[in-house]
């Protein structure tokens, strides 16, 4: 029940975003998860004669959500995909965490107009559906009245971790109804049918200079995919979703993602995108040249092809892929010009900012193992609907 708990009866001061719980007077702690980074939320108790004057608003579901997950869609997910889950039954949907307690109006304002829009929005939307989206710290209540007093307050939720070999009490099946739920939202207009065409999809999300972890030989890469051999076995897009018009475009992005049958791109945010992929979809994920560290972030196997399908379930990308129930690969870069050898220390120093020499080479061995894994996927399905189950015959 970490990051959740049922309140009761509560009020909430939606100017000033503090949370008053019957009790005996006395404060206490709760666990945000809001991300990957769990943090302490404050809250006040007192007795029910000293509670705010109000009557019941029914029941509120407060969520925590942190600054980061305003604009990174692998934050935003630890917050989405257990929420979803827990399929709470709430009148109001109260949005803490954006606030600041000596902002006062102004900030208040801006904190608003910065979430709605903000790449988190059209997600929340989703979440809360008809229901009314409060966020905390940002008015709602007038000078005389600023308590909203409700019946039942609930907390967060049960949490996922994405990092570890354990990911929470999520599951595969849970996560797959979470992400069909979103969108089948107005805010994307309906989930994309399953398939795995004659000719996959292959989306290379791009990641040039000066960003971290850029991809330096992006142009290699793109000729290897356009080239005369791959053009007969794949149909191959590149974008890059940091930049206008896709960078404020959610929709736009998560329809390339979701058609994609493989998902190729540099590690951060944007491979985030592949938990809205099929089941059975292939993620693709670059990382630099490292020379200890892969045993942890990019295992590499010993095989002909040199990569280690699903090998990585414990860190980051390997860890969404499991448990959204995609297969993942890792591909590590080649040694920049003039890289020095380096120890654990310097991995650890430098990793998350290098840039990344693909290995295009391993890419080529790569895409082959996948267009093989997803040919026998379609095979499988195509012989599942071959079987005819006739009544009465147990043997079917």
């Known amino acids: 029940r970490l990051c959740r708990a049922e309140l009761g009866a509560a009020c909430v001061d939606v100017r000033r975003a503090e949370v008053l719980v019957k009790g005996a007077a006395s404060s206490g702690y709760l666990h945000q998860c809001g991300d990957s980074y769990g943090e302490w939320r404050r809250i006040r108790t007192q007795p029910a004669g000293r509670m705010p004057p109000g009557r019941g608003r029914g029941r509120a579901w407060i969520l925590y959500v942190s600054p980061l997950a305003m604009s990174n869609l692998w934050h935003l997910l630890h917050i989405l995909l257990p929420a979803l889950h827990a399929e709470h039954d709430f009148d109001e949907l109260l949005i803490d965490g954006l ?17 709605r829009s903000s790449f988190a929005w059209p997600f929340l939307q989703s979440l809360a559906g008809p229901k009314e989206l409060v966020l905390l710290g940002a008015g709602g209540g007038s000078d005389e009245a600023p308590w909203r007093c ?34 089948r939202s107005s805010s994307f207009g309906g989930p994309v049918e399953p398939s795995v065409p004659r000719t996959p999809r292959l989306l290379l999300i791009e990641r040039p200079p000066p960003a971290r972890r850029a991809v330096v030989n992006g142009e290699a890469l793109r000729d290897l995919l356009r080239s005369s051999s791959w053009c007969k076995h794949l149909m191959s897009e590149w974008a890059d979703f940091a930049e206008e018009p896709l960078r404020s475009d959610v929709r736009g992005q998560w329809k390339l993602a979701s058609q994609a049958n493989i998902l190729m791109g540099a590690h951060g945010a944007g491979l985030a995108w592949s938990a809205f992929m099929h089941a059975g979809s292939i993620l693709v994920e670059l990382l630099p040249f490292l020379h200890v560290l892969h045993d942890q972030l990019c295992r590499v196997g010993d095989g002909e092809d040199g990569a280690a399908w699903d090998s990585t379930p414990m860190y980051a990308y390997g860890g969404l892929a499991l448990l959204t129930g995609l297969h993942h690969v890792c591909i590590l870069g080649l040694p920049m010009p003039g890289q020095q ?30 267009l093989n894994r997803l040919s026998r996927s379609r095979t499988d399905r195509k012989a599942a609907r071959r079987v005819r189950v006739f009544p009465g015959f147990a043997g079917a």
């Open 150 to 183: 409700y019946e039942r307050v609930d907390w967060g939720y049960e949490a996922v971790a994405l990092f570890g070999r354990h990911k929470g009490h999520l599951s595969t099946s849970s996560i797959r109804r979470a992400v069909q739920q979103l969108e």
């Open 341 to 370: 050898s380096g120890s654990l220390g310097h991995d650890l120093a430098t990793w998350w900012s290098s840039d990344i020499y693909v290995d295009t080479a391993a890419v080529n061995r790569t895409l082959v193992r996948a």
């Open 99 to 115: 606030h600041h307690a000596d902002g006062g109006a102004e900030w208040a304002e801006w904190s608003w107009q910065k979430l």
